[in-house]
């Protein structure tokens, strides 16, 4: 990351916003999307993949994204060479090495199946409001609220991604995605993980001004992981732990490491990310797999499994799994940040009615 005394704003004027995300080949298709939503404006993605960087930079030019100006940044990991099992997807070394690429004062981290409102580039950097408290406080998180674009009925398979009937009914605005929700075509993201979102108010997001600030006071999960504008420099911006991949935890923990870092969040009215309904991943498959003792039929079939018992302890080796490992390495990191970074520096609560994210563990803390 470069210092934050080379990227220091003389004033909001020179306030910018670089969209960072990463992707496998599989799903640079999307990225046409992206451009034409926020193009022209500055875009660093890192992309896993046996192609050459030539090979996926002419492909992105054929989608709309012109790799041969400034606008589109692009690194390539080689998937053959880096040596990672191919349902371990190296998520965060991905992420931060998109990040080097970025040149602006600010980021706006998104995964490449979220794809951003219109009108999202625009609200940020043409709003004088905005730039003047992003250019006052360096640790202020903007918090884009996440919506997701339900299946539709003829297409239930989560192994097809069904683009031809899906991205035509992916919104571009307000309006749009008031529609889908009204016709129950568009949802909060994620009804199955309320921790990830739950600390966005969303209620209140619908009667917001658009381009207004909505201050965050306190979090109702430290599993928040919200999409976010942010601050981007060497001394106060966390990097991705990279130890984490494939899926779990992995944007988690940094979003954990932002917040007791000081960081304080608001969220921004009128703009929003959609979730594309795409076909599962090779890691998230990887991730579902668990005992067949924990498995419960009649359930979706990402949330089949129940939490572990102690007395499962004695017939399971957690370890074995995906997930076992992962809530492992997370306890760690958890241990790792609190003796790191003093908990004084938190500016941002949990809510007295916090919940105990935890207690899901497959590895007791």
Not at 278 to 301: A, F
Request: net charge neutral; aromatic share 10%; proline share 6%.
């Amino acid at each position: 990351a470069p210092s934050c005394n080379n990227t220091v704003s003389s004033s909001e004027e020179e306030i910018d916003i670089t969209l960072v995300t990463q992707l496998s080949q599989d799903r640079l298709w999307m990225m046409k999307y992206h451009c034409e939503r926020y193009g022209p404006n500055s875009i660093s993605i890192a992309v896993y993949t046996n192609k050459t960087l030539e090979d996926v930079k002419t492909e992105l030019v054929d989608l709309g994204c012109p790799t041969t100006t400034a606008t589109v940044s692009v690194v390539v990991l080689n998937a053959e060479s880096h040596g990672t099992a191919w349902n371990d997807y190296p998520v965060n070394k991905l992420r931060n090495l998109a990040l080097r690429a970025v040149r602006t004062t600010h980021i706006l981290y998104i995964d490449i199946d979220f794809w951003t409102s219109a009108n999202l580039y625009n609200t940020l950097v043409h709003n004088p409001q905005i730039k003047q408290q992003l250019y006052q406080d360096p640790k202020l998180v903007l918090v884009i609220p996440a919506f997701q674009l339900q299946r539709i009925s003829n297409c239930t398979d989560e192994t097809k991604d069904c683009r031809t009937e899906h991205v035509p009914l992916m919104p571009h605005t307000f309006q749009e995605l008031s529609e889908g929700i009204q016709n129950k075509k568009i949802t909060i993201f994620d009804p199955t993980n309320r921790g990830g979102h739950g600390s966005t108010d969303y209620a209140k997001w619908f009667q917001q001004p658009s381009g207004s600030l909505s201050p965050i006071d306190c979090l109702k999960s430290h599993r928040y992981e919200p999409f976010v504008v942010i601050r981007y420099c060497r001394e106060i911006t966390p990097p991705f732990q990279s130890i984490f991949s494939g899926y779990g935890k992995n944007k988690m923990t940094w979003m954990m490491q932002v917040i007791r870092s000081g960081f304080v969040f608001a969220q921004l009215g009128g703009v929003y990310v959609i979730h594309y309904p795409h076909q599962l991943s090779s890691s998230r498959m990887n991730w579902n797999t668990s005992p067949k003792q924990l498995q419960q039929s009649q359930q979706h079939q990402n949330y089949n499994v129940r939490r572990p018992k102690q007395s499962d302890g004695d017939t399971i080796n957690f370890q074995n799994y995906k997930r076992g490992q992962t809530d492992l390495l997370y306890l760690e990191f958890k241990n790792w940040l609190e003796e790191t970074i003093p908990s004084t520096n938190i500016r941002v609560p949990m809510c007295p009615t916090a919940q105990d994210d935890d207690n899901k563990l497959w590895i007791d803390p």
